[in-house]
């Protein structure tokens, strides 16, 4: 039964015909709709943004009224070096961090997509870290990591105290953060090359083509758009990355070697000296960080995110 | 046995079945091995993610005189509730799993609830800035976490909500634009033709939207209740902010509470962790199916 063959359509139909009453129509409908929404998005997302730049600018101790200083805290937090070592360590740590995670992920997607069986099971296996929180695994990790009855040390039968050397606890903290998350890149890759079509795969094999230039001329360039969302999104959380750190190494680690810029801004607004405005020029920095290297990493896969087979 | 690799080789295909035979049997014989080889490599991944949680469940249920005269690797002889017991009354662990199911639940409801309206408005209704709006939505996920929490904890302090039930519900609970943009896609994806028809018997937007569309959308409103509990039941940075003492504290916060008071009490602590993520991998474990597909499918961090 099609519509326009009802005896009296009802009003809503025929206004269907018309985009223009439609629209004034649906109006009032939409608007209570996302009013809730709009509202909480306004209040809890926009708002805030505004609320930062403000304390930017002003200097407040939790105790004292909030006093206006202008641009003090910028001067103050752009000169003084505690923003730069942060995000040096950050840096570093998201350099440890996505080589090795993305490799990982890839080549466990690859062997899971022998389609051996038993394959699901370890899909399930490697997805269980993501499903845990980061505090509680990073507390898990640091009793492992303990020089005191940690299962590490234990296991090696050393005395290393993982966690207290200025020179292991980045890489320690960053294999943590590996840990946890290549299993979730692995589900990613795996759809990636399900997408890839057997014709594909089939044509490079009736060519002669061995596994080695399959994966590098065929696979890997295929999964453009998988590495691109893999990349951006794992980029964009290991700058930000935070629960993990601190259940390793509160207070930014020994010597500050673990002191990523999500802990700065916690210490620096929360512990010791609540500095909420210098807090605020951080957070504003690593916002700014973050646009910037997303729009980076799209420029850089723009001329090679080109394969849509879909 | 249908992987596209065990496809016949190019070779098996041309040539008489003379000279494929032994070819093929040594491509088999490589195949096994790569096989063999695959099946290590998975093994040992699974034994490193699965250790961390082994090890850490065997340490929770020591007894503390065990734990400080035998090797940690060694499994608990006797096996013993204490530490859980001791976590329940001495370090106060009912109160934050109660306040932390509180809160999921209130947020899941809220959250979906108020996600869907939206969504609805979104992929079926046209208004005039509809797109603009959207796109502001849309924005809106680019706005990382560590930058709100500053400005959020200086708003809760000017209207005195901080260490309240609503300081740690109210920023979630009106909807997320995750939430929104996934329910969006997949509300366009619904029949025009269902909707229309049921305007035509005389249903309003309110009863289409609940009657209709949500019934229809059950997988993806599935995939955003697991997604929603688990990110709120590990939710970590913000309780830690604006929660101060242990009325508010979610379990999270109670967590590294315990850690660093108790610090070398490691079967205590252990028996924390244990409690923190035992609720979500029971769930997992009973849904680990549409779970796993579900996170290829939204690409949820």
């Not at chain 2, 309240?164 to 943009?181: D, E, K, Q, R």
Request: hydrophobic fraction near 55%; charge should be positive; glycine fraction near 8%.
């Amino acid at each position: 039964m099609t519509v326009p063959s009802l005896p009296r359509p009802s009003a809503a139909v025929r206004a269907g015909g018309r985009p223009r009453r439609r629209l004034r129509g649906d109006a009032p409908a939409a608007w209570a709709l996302l009013a809730p929404s709009l509202a909480g998005i306004l209040a809890f997302l926009v708002l805030p943004i505004l609320v930062v730049v403000w304390l930017s600018l002003s200097r407040w101790d939790l105790l004292s009224p909030i006093r206006f200083v202008g641009l003090d805290n910028w001067v103050e937090v752009l000169t003084d070096g505690r923003l730069g070592h942060s995000l040096l360590v950050t840096v570093l740590f998201v350099l440890m961090v996505i080589p090795l995670q993305t490799a990982l992920g890839l080549a466990m997607a690859l062997l899971l997509s022998r389609g051996l069986p038993g394959s699901w099971f370890f899909r399930v296996v490697y997805v269980v870290p993501w499903i845990c929180a980061p505090l509680a695994l990073g507390v898990v990790w640091r009793w492992i990591f303990s020089p005191y009855g940690g299962a590490l040390n234990a296991l090696l039968g050393t005395d290393v105290e993982w966690l207290s050397d200025p020179d292991l606890a980045l890489p320690v903290v960053a294999a943590v953060s590996i840990w946890s998350q290549v299993g979730y890149t692995t589900l990613f890759f795996m759809a990636g090359l399900a997408g890839i079509p057997t014709q594909v795969l089939e044509a490079a094999a009736l060519d002669g083509a061995g596994a080695w230039s399959t994966f590098w001329r065929i696979k890997l360039p295929l999964l453009g758009p998988t590495t691109f969302f893999v990349l951006v999104t794992g980029v964009i959380a290991s700058f930000q990355a935070f629960d993990q750190i601190y259940a390793l190494t509160p207070n930014g680690g020994p010597q500050g070697a673990t002191d990523v810029i999500a802990t700065r801004i916690y210490l620096e607004a929360f512990q010791g000296g609540f500095n909420l405005g210098g807090a605020s020029v951080m957070a504003l920095v690593l916002f700014a960080v973050l646009v910037v290297v997303t729009l980076l990493q799209q420029r850089f896969f723009a001329g090679r995110v080109t394969y849509d087979l879909s | 046995m249908t992987s596209p690799e065990q496809l016949p080789t190019p070779r098996g295909r041309r040539r008489p079945a003379g000279i494929a035979e032994p070819l093929r049997a040594a491509g088999q014989r490589r195949r096994r091995l790569g096989d063999a080889g695959a099946y290590l490599v998975l093994l040992v991944g699974a034994v490193l993610t699965l250790g961390p949680f082994v090890l850490s469940f065997m340490t929770a249920f020591k007894t503390p005189q065990q734990f400080a005269s035998e090797s940690s690797l060694a499994p608990p002889d006797p096996v013993t509730g204490e530490n859980f017991a001791r976590l329940f009354a001495e370090g106060g662990f009912v109160s934050p799993v109660v306040v932390t199911a509180q809160v999921v639940l209130v947020v899941v409801v809220g959250q979906l609830v108020f996600s869907i309206m939206a969504a609805f408005a979104f992929a079926r209704l046209r208004f005039r800035g509809r797109d603009a709006l959207f796109w502001l939505f849309l924005a809106t996920l680019m706005v990382p976490q560590v930058v709100t929490v500053i400005p959020l904890y200086t708003m809760f302090t000017a209207v005195d909500a901080r260490n309240t039930f609503w300081a740690l519900v109210l920023p979630f609970v009106f909807g997320s634009p995750y939430a929104i943009f996934l329910l969006r896609e997949y509300f366009r994806g619904i029949p025009a033709d269902l909707i229309d028809a049921a305007r035509i018997d005389g249903a309003g937007t309110w009863r289409i939207l609940w009657l209709i569309v949500v019934p229809l959308s059950r997988p993806i409103i599935a995939t955003l209740v697991i997604i929603t509990v688990v990110t709120h039941w590990n939710n970590f940075m913000w309780p830690l902010i604006i929660t101060t003492g242990p009325t508010w504290q979610t379990i999270t916060v109670a967590t590294a509470a315990l850690q660093s008071q108790y610090n070398a009490n490691w079967t205590l602590v252990m028996a924390a962790t244990t409690v923190a993520m035992a609720p979500l991998l029971v769930v997992f474990a009973l849904f680990q199916r549409h779970i796993v597909s579900s996170i290829s499918l939204t690409g949820f961090r």
